[in-house]
């Protein structure tokens, strides 16, 4: 897999945590607090957290994201033998304030000004989606901010995927979806997104199905991969790798 | 949690990886040729195939499970970089050759002896399992051996727990449910079955639905704790707690 140029994209669509937003910048905010432990603190939170989605998801057992992210937390601080007075509450008050990664807001505008349009799809709940979208300063760049609360079931459940479609009135093959989250990018495939995996952590590929479209080691790679032929790289000469 | 006395229990059922037989053993076997990282590829290994089961479930896009066995083998190999001819084949055959605990075979038997209907319900394909159950000499033992291939989807999906009280024509509440893999028995618990959860690795409680009915850190405690009165610890003088 590697990058390529998709032709044809009217909206590219973000997944939340761990695509325009870092989660480890909760646990490393508090690690005055935590100690050592921060980071694997919030890899076991992080992984408690989509673990306790999937569980929730196949059992039909739904809870909301704030919920499930605060039993998740619980457990990790439990495994880890921490319990400080307030750390909880203030963990849980970070997520709500998470950094974006660094390229995040120059590419969102970059898009922008290039007449994408710009999503956010999610299995945060709408009142942590704001918070974190404001905390960025990035409120007047989507055009729409979704949350799987609309459909009541988390990821990779198709019915969130093509919420995207359904809200954007857009067919699947016109929309590029983005996410971090390997499973995601390959799931968001499978439910007939255009698919580009923002490859961040360097991982190994998934093999379940199905393989994205192309792969990117950050956001600052996007506008190049889904700008218009027109307007954009080939006007510069360039020679994109078609689908 | 505690360990409890369960009345009314007419059925033992039990999970198979983790709970009856040592996934670890499959890569032990093989360290001579994976060296230092085998615990590690272990770990990964068993990980990515829970959470391939759940991606699959919640994406209805079911495969069997030696599929995914091998499938999470491949991540787990390519992630840690290992790449020796003929390995992946040793392990998944390793993987048909699990060893069981040292308490199963004299729990099984004891409980057996006494009357306890027993059956193994588990994510495992039938050959996968009639495999394990074979290398351990416990092909005797069981009233039932049942594969989620009955159904068509992994656990947790309530379908999976609802086929043992089918296939044993009992109440759910006959029926005690052993798992060491914690969300496992929290899932059952959820699906209405009477639960120990078997703490082998000693982790901490989870935070989904429900809490089993009690705990135990293997399974040799088991016998005692789903006697019927009349022939087992009160006549012999025990009062043990009831729920």
């Given at each position: ?7 044809g994209i009217k909206a590219c669509v973000f997944d939340a945590y761990g695509t325009l937003f870092d989660f480890n910048s909760a646990a490393l905010a ?74 995040v807001p120059e590419t969102l505008h970059r898009l922008q000004a290039e007449g994408m349009r710009l999503a956010i799809l999610s299995n945060g709940t ?118």
């Open positions: 897999m590697s990058t390529q140029h998709l032709d508090a690690s005055d607090e935590i100690g050592e432990n921060w980071q694997r603190l919030s890899e076991l939170w992080r992984q408690k957290q989509l673990q306790y989605t999937w569980l929730r998801g196949l059992a039909s057992r739904h809870a909301d994201f704030w919920q499930v992210t605060g039993e998740a937390l619980d457990f990790a601080l439990n495994t880890l033998g921490i319990d400080r007075p307030g750390l909880r509450e203030r963990l849980m008050d970070l997520y709500l304030h998470l950094g974006c990664y660094p390229e709408p009142a942590m989606l704001a918070a974190v979208v404001h905390h960025s300063g990035l409120e007047n760049v989507f055009d729409a901010v979704l949350s799987v609360e609309e459909v009541g079931v988390f990821k990779p459940h198709p019915a969130v995927y093509a919420l995207a479609c359904e809200r954007l009135q857009l067919a699947p093959t016109a929309i590029c979806f983005l996410s971090s989250n390997a499973w995601d990018a390959y799931s968001a495939k499978a439910s007939g997104l255009r698919v580009l995996w923002c490859n961040r952590f360097g991982q190994v590929r998934e093999r379940i199905p199905e393989t994205p479209d192309g792969e990117i080691k950050d956001l600052s790679a996007l506008p190049d991969a889904v700008s218009s032929p027109v307007c954009g790289r080939e006007a510069m000469g360039e020679s994109p790798t078609r689908l």
